[in-house]
């Protein structure tokens, strides 16, 4: 184990490297990977939207997977904004009380989720955290920590495509995004994660709200 955390403490990346070196503290490796963004979606029919689905790769600095690290995604500073589903059909494990959610990776490092929830902008609610883009190279701020074996290893945006906590994904949640463009910048409305609310994130959200993949919304959410 403590061979596997220095491992890992040596460095684990994504696209924007500088962005997590500034949160982490830690060299970053080229060939690990969490995501800059994390999209939350709906289930139809209790299957989790695949648009949400997104991987965490362990990578060494060889290049070599670190198979049975522990992950946990940490979302207690996206609160009160971000929601999170209690009931998670393809993590494998959430919690709840500490507003977390956990996985192991496998041999090839890699751990996958899609993870379930909505963000309170039903009444025009500003987010609870600043968070800002991180892909593409933007500067940012998310509120999703990262940690490896108990190793923070970087910060991730959170962007909901059911912006209403209710009805899965539709035109109501369409036009609250709208009414969040209009107002400047909310990070869970930025889900190309580029630091902007502009015509690429309505693309996406036009895709997940026509795509059926999204119908209904959680049933209980932890927070």
């Given amino acids: 184990m403590i061979t596997k955390l220095l491992m890992v403490a040596f460095g684990l990346a994504f696209a924007a490297p500088s962005a997590l070196s500034a949160v982490a503290g830690i060299p970053l490796p080229p060939c690990a990977r969490i ?3 994390i999209r939350l979606v709906g289930l139809t029919n209790g299957v989790p939207d695949p648009a949400g689905r ?5 990578k060494d600095n060889a290049c070599q997977p670190v198979q049975g690290v522990s992950i946990v995604i940490d979302f207690n500073d996206c609160a009160p904004d ?15 009380s500490s507003h977390e ?3 192991v990776a496998d041999a090839n490092g890699t751990v996958t989720f899609t993870i379930v929830g909505a963000a309170n902008n039903s009444t025009g609610n500003a987010p609870g955290y600043a968070g800002r883009g991180l892909c593409q190279g933007a500067p940012g701020t998310g509120c999703a920590k990262i940690y490896a074996d108990g190793v923070l290893v970087g910060v991730s945006l959170v962007a909901a495509y059911d912006q ?5 994904v539709n035109p109501a949640d369409i036009a609250l995004w709208l009414g969040d463009s209009f107002a400047g910048y909310h990070g869970r409305s930025d889900f190309d994660g580029d630091d902007a609310l502009t015509p690429a994130d309505l693309s996406r959200l036009l895709q997940v ?8 919304s959680c049933g209980a959410y932890c927070f």
């Fill in 35 to 37: 995501p800059c963004v």
């Fill in 54 to 58: 997104f991987q965490v790769d362990m």
């Fill in 82 to 96: 971000i929601r999170l589903c209690a009931s998670q059909p393809e993590v494998p494990n959430v919690d709840c």
């Fill in 101 to 103: 959610v956990h996985g």
């Fill in 164 to 168: 209403n906590l209710s009805g899965g």
């Fill in 209 to 216: 709200a026509l795509g059926a993949g999204s119908t209904t």
